[in-house]
């Protein structure tokens, strides 16, 4: 319906209407020629016509009708997007607006709940948001709100997470969620002045500021539903009970606990009363009050902490060296971090336990060959794991004993994955002369001795092991700059990527996994060495091979290691180049 009151906000007032035509002015014709109900809900148009027509003025008005409504719908478009505009604008959102968890939980939606406030809600629309007709939701979010929201729109340059709280707010199939909100914000608000109320009746003791710790903690969990408004009310009337109540209690409190406080056991109560006054205030007083109180409790502690160092210390002299001495360092420390908990910055605290590091390096030190004796014994990662988890702990890496045994470990895991993959071939790549001929393919590869198998220090072709290590290098250093590129993608503006590293992101993005993502390591399952010839006109070997990888982006990118042949077990040829020592992998240029 376009009513009278509309018709006047769209600037086409019915008692000036005019028309001429044939030398003929229409004006004023409200009363003279128009039937009575037609003002009766509203101008209507329809009745407008009819009622000129029955009254014999053999007039066009069908032009001037049109006019008008058109005028009044782009009128009423405007008003529409302005409304929308106020209730967006009203008042703060929360930070982002909602986003995407919001939209996929209606049960905890800060954005719309903002939006839906009687406070914030009544006033642009007219009614409480249960009091509106679903239907008008429907109108919102299928006329409304997109031609507001267009690029072309009067709100185009309403932030997007805006928007997208809008239109959760008037989503006709969350309407039910949207008032269960309202619902948590409505008693929200009464109970935050239920409990600020109860706050006001304390009395500046032990009791009554205890009970204050429960009303705070109890507000915490619904302030985030209570209105603005509310929630600004609250923060004021509970600053004036903090400052009376809170401040002196908490002061006595600190004082009692320090003049009481003897060894160990006055530490852990000082740690206590530490935690319980490092928490938020709504007093910026208390708060100042409460860094103040936080201030003579670390000193105090720090003075106990150095009292009670000198027993640490004994403690820690009494672990001994040895490998004893560390397996029972791993027991003293996990113990020492669960009796000093949350006195980690304590000067004196952080001293014992440096203490304890300096005897445990040397420990390492003068354990460390006996540890690695163990390591190179090791015959799977599994006995390699116990090995760590008996003596090492993660700050043993800061040590360069540590570093050195951490080296040695890592150096074995290679060498056992090495031996899985080669079989015999390790064996015999390190001349012993019992190990079983490498097998041959049926494809007649090129012929190789056995005792070239042996060593090529003496300038021989390289021995399984070698060619083993080569392409294994080779695709180390393909997988590492597959997770270089996939991080590169992760973190980087993909509008700003160029064509081909969108591509590989792309890639990596369909074909991602876990392994992609670098959990699992790339790992050489199975390698033979089939044969070796002097390569013609170049340095080096050209060598057959066949092998399996597996593990990280081997997995899902296996594609990329083609020229690894590590499709399937499969024969592959490489040049193999002596480097001064070790042996590099080169793929002739036809076959990159």
């Known amino acids: 319906m376009i009513t009278a009151r509309n018709m006047a906000r769209a600037g086409v007032v019915a008692s000036s209407l005019s028309l001429r035509r044939t030398g003929v002015v229409l004006a004023g014709f409200c009363c003279a020629t128009l039937a009575p109900d037609a003002f009766a809900d509203g101008l209507n148009f329809g009745q407008i016509m009819n009622s000129l027509r029955g009254g014999g003025a053999n007039l066009h008005v069908q032009p001037l009708v049109n006019a008008a409504k058109g005028q009044y719908e782009k009128y009423e478009a405007k008003a529409q997007c302005d409304d929308v505009k106020t209730w967006l604008t009203s008042g703060p959102l929360p930070a982002g607006g909602g986003g995407m968890s919001a939209a996929q939980s209606p049960q905890s939606d800060p954005a719309v709940t903002a939006l839906i406030q009687d406070a914030r809600f009544a006033p642009v629309f007219g009614k409480t948001y249960d009091q509106i007709d679903p239907k008008m939701l429907t109108e919102y979010t299928s006329k409304i709100l997109p031609h507001c929201f267009s690029t072309t729109g009067p709100l185009a340059s309403i932030p997007p997470d805006q928007k997208a709280a809008a239109t959760r707010a008037m989503t006709s199939f969350r309407y ?78 600190t004082a009692q606990a320090i003049d009481n406080a003897r060894g160990y056991p006055g530490m852990v109560e000082l740690a206590k009363l530490y935690r319980m006054q490092n928490r938020p205030a709504f007093s910026t007083a208390l708060t100042t009050s409460r860094n103040a109180e936080m201030a003579k409790i670390g000193v105090a502690l720090n003075q ?270 490489a040049r193999f180049l002596n480097a001064g020592g070790h042996w590099i992998m080169q793929v002739d240029d036809k076959k990159e």
């Not at 929200?188 to 002045?193: E, F, R, V, Y």
């Not at 540890?371 to 794991?385: C, D, P, T, V, Y």
């Not at 490498?438 to 007649?444: G, K, L, Y």
């Not at 399984?464 to 393909?478: F, G, S, T």
Request: glycine share 8%.
């Open 176 to 253: 039910n969620s949207n008032l269960r909100l309202l619902a948590q914000s409505r008693a929200a608000t009464g109970g935050l002045t239920e409990l600020a109320t109860e706050a006001e009746s304390l009395k500046a003791d032990e009791t009554g500021h205890a009970r204050l710790i429960e009303i705070e903690a109890s507000a915490q969990k619904i302030l985030p539903q209570a209105p603005r408004a509310e929630r600004d009310e609250f923060a004021k009337r509970m600053t004036v009970v903090e400052q009376r109540v809170a401040i002196p209690v908490e002061d006595a409190q």
């Open 304 to 573: 106990l902490g150095t009292a009670q160092e000198a027993v640490e210390r004994q403690s820690i002299d009494a672990l001994g060296t040895g490998l004893a001495g560390l397996q029972q360092g791993r027991t003293w420390s996990a113990d020492f971090r669960r009796r000093y908990d949350g006195m980690e910055r304590v000067p004196s605290v952080q001293e014992t336990y440096q203490y304890f590091l300096s005897r445990r390096a040397q420990a390492l030190e003068s354990s460390r060959g006996e540890i690695e004796q163990q390591i190179r014994h090791a015959r799977s990662g599994e006995e390699i794991a116990q090995i760590k988890s008996r003596y090492l702990m993660d700050s043993d890496a800061n040590a360069p004993a540590g570093v050195a045994i951490a080296t040695a470990m890592v150096a074995q895991q290679e060498d056992l994955r090495k031996r899985s993959a080669l079989g015999d071939a390790y064996e015999a790549s390190s001349g012993n002369d019992s190990a079983r001929p490498v097998a041959v393919a049926d494809a007649q590869p090129r012929a190789t001795s056995k005792s070239s198998e042996r060593a090529s220090h003496s300038g021989g072709e390289p021995t399984a092991a070698e060619m083993y290590d080569a392409v294994n290098n080779r695709a180390q250093a393909i997988a590492q700059g597959i997770s270089s590129q996939n991080e590169r993608c992760q973190q980087a503006d993909r509008s700003r990527l160029t064509s081909g590293d969108a591509m590989l992101c792309l890639t990596t993005m369909f074909m991602g996994s876990k392994s992609v993502r670098g959990n699992e390591p790339m790992r050489i399952d199975s390698f033979q060495k089939l044969g070796c010839a002097p390569a013609s006109g170049k340095p080096g070997y050209v060598c057959d091979y066949s092998m399996n990888i597996s593990g990280g982006p081997a997995d899902a990118m296996r594609g990329m290691f083609t020229t690894l042949g590590s499709g399937g077990g499969e024969t592959s040829e």
